[in-house]
T-cell receptor, first 110, second 116 residues
Framework: GQNIDQPTEMTATEGAIVQINCTYQTSGFNGLFWYQQHAGEAPTFLSY????GLEEKGRFSSFLSRSKGYSYLLLKELQMKDSASYLCAVFTGGGNKLTFGTGTQLKVEL | DAGVIQSPRHEVTEMGQEVTLRCKPISGHDYLFWYRQTMMRGLELLIYFNNNVPIDDSGMPEDRFSAKMPNASFSTLKIQPSEPRDSAVYFCASSLNSGGAGDTQYFGPGTRLTVL
């Protein structure tokens, strides 16, 4: 079966750095996605990792360790608009099937 | 591109009624997905199609749920009869089939369903 774990909630201060962790145990692995979802809106794509290492995209970076079944999303220079749920999703098996974690609700405070 | 389009955006119905949700994927995308999101269970895949053919419907909760994709630009998710526990946000998503990051799924705005 598939198991994806993320912290339920996190709080951070505007301008700071926050790291959101994701661990997974899946049968087969073809990549890991991070999505951002604001309240009442659809998930939107943030990043994709399939090889070990760090992928940087502006204020957002994502890291993957396949041997450890571990990923994190790093958000720098936090802004109030970054308050949202962050979903870790693993690409498994054949086809284009994504399994999502339950999401981490990030609250950015002044 | 207009992105994935879903209708209606909100639906309120009474238990026992039939509900039909609609989706138009991004033009040129070969894959279409239906998800359900609730506070308790998060985002769950219900069914997905490749080139209009259902590939995996193992997430469809029971026979009350059915989905069709009659052509490349339209899909429906039907619940008959609806029950209060079906209340959730239903998302449609689509993706290309080019591998790697090209398999990114793009989500529609969702349909918020409330069954009274």
């Amino acid at each position: 079966g598939q198991n994806i774990d993320q912290p339920t909630e996190m709080t951070a201060t505007e301008g700071a750095i926050v790291q959101i962790n994701c661990t997974y145990q899946t049968s087969g692995f073809n990549g890991l996605f991070w999505y951002q979802q604001h309240a009442g809106e659809a998930p939107t794509f943030l990043s994709y990792n399939v090889l070990d290492g760090l992928e940087e995209k502006g204020r957002f970076s994502s890291f993957l360790s396949r041997s450890k079944g571990y990923s994190y999303l790093l958000l720098k220079e936090l802004q109030m608009k970054d308050s949202a749920s962050y979903l870790c999703a693993v690409f498994t098996g054949g086809g284009n099937k994504l399994t999502f974690g339950t999401g981490t609700q990030l609250k950015v405070e002044l | 591109d207009a992105g994935v389009i879903q209708s209606p955006r909100h639906e309120v119905t009474e238990m026992g009624q039939e509900v039909t949700l609609r989706c138009k994927p991004i033009s040129g995308h070969d894959y279409l997905f239906w998800y359900r999101q609730t506070m308790m269970r998060g985002l769950e895949l219900l069914i997905y199609f490749n080139n209009n053919v259902p590939i995996d419907d193992s997430g469809m909760p029971e026979d009350r749920f059915s989905a069709k994709m009659p052509n490349a630009s339209f899909s429906t998710l039907k619940i008959q009869p609806s029950e209060p526990r079906d209340s959730a946000v239903y998302f449609c998503a689509s993706s290309l089939n080019s591998g790697g990051a090209g398999d990114t799924q793009y989500f529609g705005p969702g349909t918020r369903l409330t069954v009274l």
